[in-house]
């Protein structure tokens, strides 16, 4: 069965702060892997794609990483701002389809200053 | 270029009641998706749909669940006969073209309470 799974769940970090969170898949052909920002009462806003050869993908302060042998991938942020927090969704499209998406569930961070 | 639009942001229904809810795609635009988001899950698909066409709704609940996208005017999601379970924040995407994933912009949601 197709899932992606992330942790933690939620997050609280003291601004500035680096933090990094956690995507594993199981979705099968895999395609690509990218990484969604959710801003409370907003949609999801694309932040990275990740084809089967790139292993890191960095925009701006965030950088993504992707294991395609353990079918892992993690997204660092480095010195956080308060416009972080947000949820941060994992999606692994089916390699067998170019529109479904698979979501994670997210992981809710919560910059404090 | 307006980014996608959703309508209304917030709706309430009671039981039984019909919910209409509205997507206007982004200028030059003419694919739209549907999904569904229950609270603390993610997005699910529900429906991809092209002017006039229904692509794909192996999302849709078999009963109750409607789509459609006119030649003219906004995409509608419609749900018959509410019930408590369909409570969730429903998002719209449009594309251009049926491109990957990377070309769906979203809207902001409509946040549907059930009471």
């Known amino acids: 069965k197709n899932q992606v799974e992330q942790s933690p769940q939620s997050l609280i970090i003291l601004e500035g702060k680096n933090c990094t969170l956690q995507?594993?898949?199981?979705?099968?052909?895999?395609?690509?892997l990218r990484w969604y920002k959710q801003d409370t009462g907003r949609g999801p806003v694309s932040l990275t794609i990740?084809?089967?050869s790139e292993n890191t993908k960095s925009n701006g302060r965030y950088t993504a990483t992707l294991d395609a042998d353990t079918k892992q991938s993690s997204l660092h942020i480095t010195a956080s701002q308060l416009s972080d927090s947000a949820s941060y969704i994992c999606?692994?499209?089916?390699?067998?389809?170019?529109?479904?998406?698979?979501w994670g569930a997210g992981t809710k961070l919560i910059i404090k200053p | 270029n307006a980014g996608v639009m959703q309508n209304p942001r917030h709706l309430v229904r009671r039981r039984g009641q019909e919910a209409r809810l509205r997507c206007s795609p982004m200028?030059?635009?003419?694919?739209v998706y549907w999904y569904r988001q229950l609270p603390e899950e993610g997005l699910k698909f529900m429906v991809y749909?092209?002017?006039?066409?229904?692509?794909?709704e192996s999302g849709m609940p078999k009963e109750r669940f409607s789509a459609e996208f006119p030649k003219e005017g906004p995409s509608i999601l419609r749900i018959q006969q509410v019930v408590r379970g369909d409570s969730a924040a429903y998002f719209c995407?449009?594309?251009?073209?049926?491109?990957?994933?990377?070309?769906?912009?979203f809207g902001p949601g409509t946040r549907l309470t059930v009471l």
């Open positions: 990740m084809t089967f």
């Open positions: 995407a449009s594309s251009p073209n049926r491109g990957g994933p990377d070309t769906q912009y």
């Open positions: 995507c594993n898949y199981t979705v099968s052909p895999f395609s690509n």
């Open positions: 749909l092209q002017k006039e066409n229904i692509i794909d």
């Open positions: 999606v692994v499209p089916p390699g067998d389809s170019n529109y479904q998406l698979i």
């Open positions: 200028k030059g635009h003419s694919h």
